[in-house]
């Protein structure tokens, strides 16, 4: 018997063939890979919502998570060749590479003295050019600038570049990035895990065991990360549901995930631009899955950037909590051809979530409640 569902739930639960998914979820038993793929194919989006939106409600109620934030991608110049991105540029000196020197990068910090930002989003390419002293040293400049702010810099990407490039283990790179004022760890770079589509995507960037290695070494030195998703491009269903289940078994030993963001992929100025983008259907029900897979992880963001404005105030019912926030100076997927705007207001951004009838609140990285809007 499904419990807690109204009647009608309950009927279209059973209509749908998903009466023991909805039993396991009421009762607290995880899902299983299975589970995870009748989701994913349920052509019943509206049931999926529902399901996912009980999960969403039943962590967070009306609560809709935001921040204030500033993206630095200090450098495009990158030695991997990941096929989707529009962002990368080879070598220093390729039309539009570009690399900034720390006075510009911190400039863009100075600009927004006097804003209340909580946070730096530092993302950069592998610059085969670049000094280690440049990193800690920009994380320095920043600090010494706005000792306020939290820095998540670094994908687990180029924590393992660095590893490589300058001789060190993940636990003295990351202990070092610490020590020069690093806050915790963005979740990019994940792409997808499972080796099929891994080696397609980005062959030689780290493998799936080593990003997960060097998050389970930040989070046993205390930091905490998020994770993603890149969806949509070339990837199987079965791919996905791989992916949310190895990011969980690593959550289940450290707990130190906070979020998981789903990338919706884009396709301009790439080499897959011969794909179809991800549908809105195949957005939500993205979300919905992730939400009812991942038991083990707290959040479940959908940055607005990427996915856009009406798709993200939507997702709010198909188990997303948070809207990443209002974010300054993006270019990785306005290189990719996003059409968002690059920044989104305080106002806007509240007023979005108020309109999809939650309740905003502005958090720090570390989803402290700073306002409750
Ligand atoms: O790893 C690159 C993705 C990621 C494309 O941790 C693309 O709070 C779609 O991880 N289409 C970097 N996606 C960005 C990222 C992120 C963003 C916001 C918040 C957080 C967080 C992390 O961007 C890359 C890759 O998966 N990406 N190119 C593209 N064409």
């Not at 927004?112 to 950069?124: C, K, Q, S």
């Not at 010494?144 to 820095?151: C, G, N, P, T, Y």
């Not at 491009?233 to 791989?242: A, C, P, Q």
């Not at 990338?263 to 919905?288: I, M, V």
Request: glycine share 8%; aromatic share 8%; proline share 3%.
């Amino acid at each position: 018997m499904v419990t807690e569902l109204s009647p009608l739930t309950r009927r279209r639960v059973q209509d749908r063939g998903l009466a023991d998914i909805a039993e396991k979820l009421a009762a607290g038993v995880r899902l299983d890979f299975d589970d995870g793929m009748r989701l994913f194919t349920t052509p019943d989006l509206g049931t999926l919502g529902l399901l996912a939106n009980r999960e969403r409600e039943r962590r967070h109620g009306d609560l809709t998570y935001f921040n204030r934030n500033l993206h630095i991608n200090a450098t495009n110049v990158c030695e991997a060749t990941c096929i989707f991105c529009s962002f990368s540029r080879l070598k220093t000196g390729d039309p539009n590479a570009y690399t900034m020197s720390l006075e510009e990068a911190l400039g863009r910090v100075r600009a927004l003295r006097g804003e209340l930002i909580t946070e730096v989003h530092v993302v950069n390419g592998l610059n085969p050019d670049l000094p280690w002293s440049y990193y800690l040293d920009l994380l320095r400049g920043i600090k010494a600038e706005r000792a306020d702010l939290h820095i998540k810099g670094f994908t687990a990407v180029e924590i393992h570049y660095f590893a490589v490039k300058f001789g060190k283990t993940y636990e003295t790179v990351l202990r070092e990035l610490m020590e020069a004022g690093l806050g915790s760890l963005p979740g990019g770079g994940a792409e997808i895990f499972h080796p099929r589509a891994r080696k397609k995507l980005c062959d030689d960037k780290v493998d799936a065991e080593g990003w997960l290695e060097v998050h389970r070494t930040a989070h046993e030195l205390g930091l905490r990360s998020n994770c993603t998703m890149l969806f949509g491009s070339i990837e199987t269903l079965e791919e996905r549901v791989d992916h949310m289940l190895r990011l969980r078994a690593l959550q289940d030993h450290t707990g130190g995930f906070q979020t998981f963001i789903p990338l919706r992929f884009h396709h301009e100025n790439n080499k897959l631009e011969r794909l179809r983008e991800p549908t809105g259907f195949d957005s939500l029900r993205t979300y919905a899955v992730a939400r009812l897979m991942l038991d083990n992880i707290d959040h479940i963001k959908a940055y607005w950037i990427m996915l856009g404005i009406e798709l993200a105030q939507l997702a709010l019912s198909w188990g997303v909590d948070d809207l990443d926030g209002t974010v300054r100076e993006e270019r990785i997927y306005h290189m990719a051809g996003a059409r968002t705007p690059q920044t989104l207001g305080r106002a806007d951004l509240v007023q979005l979530i108020r309109d999809a009838g939650r309740v905003p609140v502005e958090r720090d990285t570390l989803y402290h409640v700073v306002a409750e809007a």
